[in-house]
């Protein structure tokens, strides 16, 4: 069983900044992918950004050059240093683990970016 504990989000004005960060423990491999996923209302769950734990990252395009995600292997720990916030980035999101006995998710964390 894996546990997150998740934090960052908020409310923050076009053009702003959050950082989220997510911490995984329990039965977590070594080799695993972090990542974030978002889901809006009324919109699908969509994959934001991804890092594996050899540092192999993939995004969205939409987040492509405003979001850059980050981890620290020895903590299970990822992070997402969101810049340049659009409306259309409101969503609530989730910290996501993919390991080869299963796959994990956060309880999700509210954003919302007014304009």
């Known amino acids: 069983q894996v546990r997150f504990v998740e934090s960052g989000g908020g409310l923050v004005q076009t053009g702003g900044s959050l950082r989220l960060s997510c911490a995984a423990s329990?039965?977590?491999?070594?080799?695993?992918?972090m990542a974030w996923y978002r889901q809006a209302p009324g919109k699908q769950r969509e994959l934001v950004a991804s890092?594996?734990?050899?540092?192999?990252?993939n995004y969205a395009g939409s987040v492509k050059g405003r979001f850059t995600i980050s981890r620290e292997n020895d903590k299970n720990a990822v992070w997402l240093q969101m810049n340049n916030l659009k409306p259309e980035d409101t969503a609530v999101y989730y910290c996501?683990?993919?390991?080869?006995?299963?796959?994990?998710w956060g309880q999700g964390t509210q954003v919302t970016v007014s304009s």
């Open positions: 996501y683990v993919w390991q080869l006995r299963g796959t994990s």
């Open positions: 329990g039965s977590i491999s070594s080799a695993n992918v």
């Open positions: 890092m594996t734990s050899s540092g192999s990252t």
